[in-house]
């Protein structure tokens, strides 16, 4: 879970398709647990579009490729890289546990939905988000190579597809990026708070 | 600037965090047994509890059968993360309507109706619908599980400040042309991304014309354009709604929440990062062809020749299909998009003296308790019931299928929630979303039907 952030270089797995919803990421019946299983979310992950009716792997879905089979290891498959507005829909955090559940600790895409990047950000797996052009020259590049790998550094906020060498700045605010490089929560913040938070009511 | 959500917002402001996000006030957490498990779970971990649990309300919606709700509930996953939830609130001291309670239903027709839900409040809950209670003219806005610790936890959420947008519909509505429909042409007109960073303001002669319920219905449906929130300043409309509700204040209290509630409303001279204006007369009654909300069209049209082929391959469509006179397997009236007692009233305006069509399946599934009693109490069941309809009990049912409420594999669902996604009303389903009129017109006629036909 809490994990903390340097510098990330790994291969990556890519889904280029645009607006994949949190239904899509981890379907509604997956959501009856009452407990913060990981693997069981990482398992679950793609659901649909990973298995058919039989739980058979469905040959097409990228996870179940050759190239890209192999479950996220350090350097391999630890980032995910999706079309524009992913995580669109439903509030489910359990969308964000399956992500980080699989073993994916990036996901890059054009653009988030609001809801979906707290929530990742939350579970310390890291939204970076890119320009159009980028994203669609690493989908090339990945297309060409499925061994082409991506730097992303957090401590400079720079994410650099290395088959081309195109790096851009991404976005993400101070106080986040000091949590997500020590591991902490913004409960852990919050808790420290308290007499701020009553001050407050008592105005 | 100046706008009324920077009100609010600023008014709830515990502090700024440098180069972060904001600390900000929150007045009611609803939590629901989907996404609140894992949150008592961390405050337990952490060894706290509810920092302010008297703002904090409780109900069970998602997993709840719509039928025998006074027997136990058969699947023993369902079962345990209702009982869980009913543990959880007693463990913690917090406020639980359970099933079979009177005060029970789909948490975004609750809330509201029972008056918790007020003008100039911030309201948040595990689920993407809770920007409904912006109608009240409140901040509400849907959260992660770990957001619904921190509230817990601390009362507060700390949040980037969304920008604000203000989206003006003009003039008058034609017959046959609902709230539903005025969403369902936003969606279409920003895209399921198009209001994404935004919370917007819904304005102008249009939007005050509606009614709470209508108000209601639009602001659930924010967050399918991507936006955190929707919310409509707080008018006469909303304190007639409001006023002598089970929570509303009572008395002299209520004088002085009325005197503030009229000061709830955007500045003459304030500015928003972005203003979209419509025509109401654009509007028809719409439909949905694809599997994204924001794929909607008038119900006339044929389906655009850039829609995405995997959507339509997943549907069964084809580009410049119109789906007038298709086939309809099911027809859905309900969720907390249009569960309430105006969508049944609708319904069966079209529904009376005629009868449901054979080969539909058609479920009938009110919001809450209070919409039931409301249903009976003007007698709408027995009209329904004429007409071949069965009147179900409360929860969010088919909009999600988490309940016995699925849709089978590849048969077509003209629905009035707020999903169309792959596999929302069950695997393999097939989801047109549309208002309640157009649902009766196909659930009477078995087929893709105007309403306006019918009216």
Redesign the interface.
């Known amino acids: 879970m809490k994990q903390k952030f340097d510098i990330i270089q790994s291969t990556c797995v890519p889904l280029p398709l645009e607006n994949v919803d949190t239904d899509q990421i981890i379907p509604a019946r997956f959501l009856k647990a009452t407990t913060r299983d990981e693997k069981f979310f990482g398992d679950n992950l793609f659901r649909d579009w990973r298995y058919d009716k039989e739980d058979n792997p469905k040959k097409d879905f990228v996870f179940n490729t050759p190239a890209f089979s192999a479950a996220p290891s350090e350097g391999v498959h630890q980032i995910l890289v999706a079309g524009k507005n992913f995580g669109s829909g439903s509030s489910r955090e359990h969308a964000a546990w399956a992500i980080a559940g699989y073993g994916f600790r990036v996901v890059i895409s054009s653009f988030f939905a609001d809801i979906h990047k707290n929530n990742e950000l939350n579970n310390f797996v890291l939204p970076v988000a890119v320009s159009e052009a980028f994203l669609a020259e690493l989908f090339a590049s990945i297309a060409a190579d499925s061994d082409c790998q991506v730097k992303v550094d957090v401590p400079n906020q720079t994410v650099t597809n290395l088959a081309t060498g195109s790096s851009e700045h991404f976005e993400i605010n101070g106080y986040k990026k000091y949590c997500l490089m020590n591991a902490l929560d913004d409960i852990d913040y919050l808790l420290e708070q308290k007499s701020k938070i009553e001050a407050y009511e008592n105005k | 600037m100046n706008t009324l959500f920077d009100k609010i917002w600023d008014s709830h402001v515990?502090?700024l965090?440098?180069?972060?996000?904001t600390?900000l006030?929150i007045d009611r957490l609803y939590c629901h047994e989907?996404?609140s498990?894992?949150a008592f779970?961390?405050l337990r971990a952490?060894g706290?509890k509810c920092?302010r649990p008297e703002k904090i309300y409780c109900m069970p919606d998602?997993?709840t059968p719509t039928h025998d709700q006074d027997k136990t509930i058969e699947d023993p996953?369902?079962r345990?993360?209702v009982d869980?939830l009913a543990a959880n609130a007693a463990e913690f001291g917090l406020t639980h309507y359970g099933m079979m309670n009177h005060s029970n239903g789909i948490i975004h027709v609750v809330g509201p109706e029972k008056g918790l839900s007020l003008p100039g409040m911030t309201i948040v809950c595990?689920?993407?619908h809770?920007s409904t209670h912006g109608a009240m003219g409140a901040v509400a806005f849907?959260?992660?599980?770990?957001?619904v610790?921190?509230v817990m936890?601390?009362?507060?959420i700390?949040?980037?400040k969304?920008k604000s947008m203000r989206i003006s519909v003009e003039g008058e509505l034609a017959k046959g042309v609902t709230a539903k429909d005025v969403a369902l042409y936003l969606m279409m007109k920003l895209t399921?991304?198009g209001a994404?960073?935004y919370f917007i303001e819904y304005a102008g002669s249009t939007i005050r014309s509606l009614s709470m319920e209508g108000r209601l219905t639009l602001c659930n449906l924010s967050?399918?354009m991507?936006a955190?929130g929707g919310f409509i300043a707080p008018d006469e409309t909303t304190f007639e709604y409001i006023k002598g509700r089970e929570y509303a204040p009572k008395g002299e209290e209520w004088d002085k929440a009325v005197e503030y509630w009229k000061t709830l409303k955007s500045g003459d001279d304030a500015v928003f990062d972005k203003e979209l204006t419509f025509d109401a007369a654009d509007i028809q009654p719409m439909i949905t062809y694809g599997t994204?909300p924001g794929m909607g069209m008038a119900i006339t049209d044929s389906i655009p020749a850039d829609a995405?082929q995997?959507s339509l391959d997943y549907m069964g469509f084809t580009h410049g299909q119109n789906l007038l006179g298709h086939k309809v397997d099911y027809v859905f009236l309900g969720a907390c998009t249009n569960g309430r007692i105006e969508d049944f009233r609708a319904f069966a305006s079209i529904a009376a003296g005629k009868k449901k069509a054979e080969g539909v399946t058609a479920w009938l599934v009110p919001g809450s308790w209070k919409v039931l009693d409301e249903i009976k109490a003007e007698g709408l069941d027995k009209v329904l019931e004429a007409a071949g309809f069965a009147i179900r009990q409360p929860g969010c049912s088919a909009c999600?299928?988490?309940n016995d409420d699925k849709i089978p594999?590849g048969k077509y669902s003209v629905s009035t929630s707020n999903?169309n996604?792959?596999?929302?009303q069950g695997?393999?389903s097939r989801t047109l979303l549309a208002s309640p009129l157009t649902a009766a017109a196909a659930a009477v006629t078995g087929v893709i039907t105007d309403p306006r036909e019918l009216i």
């Open positions: 515990v502090s965090i440098e180069d972060g996000p600390q006030y989907v996404t498990p894992q779970d961390g952490r706290i920092f998602h997993n996953v369902s345990k993360q869980t595990g689920d993407s809770t849907g959260i992660g599980t770990s957001e610790e921190m936890a601390s009362q507060c700390l949040q980037q969304p399921t991304s994404t960073g967050i399918e991507g955190r994204n995405a995997k999600l299928a988490m594999a999903r996604f792959e596999g929302r695997p393999g």
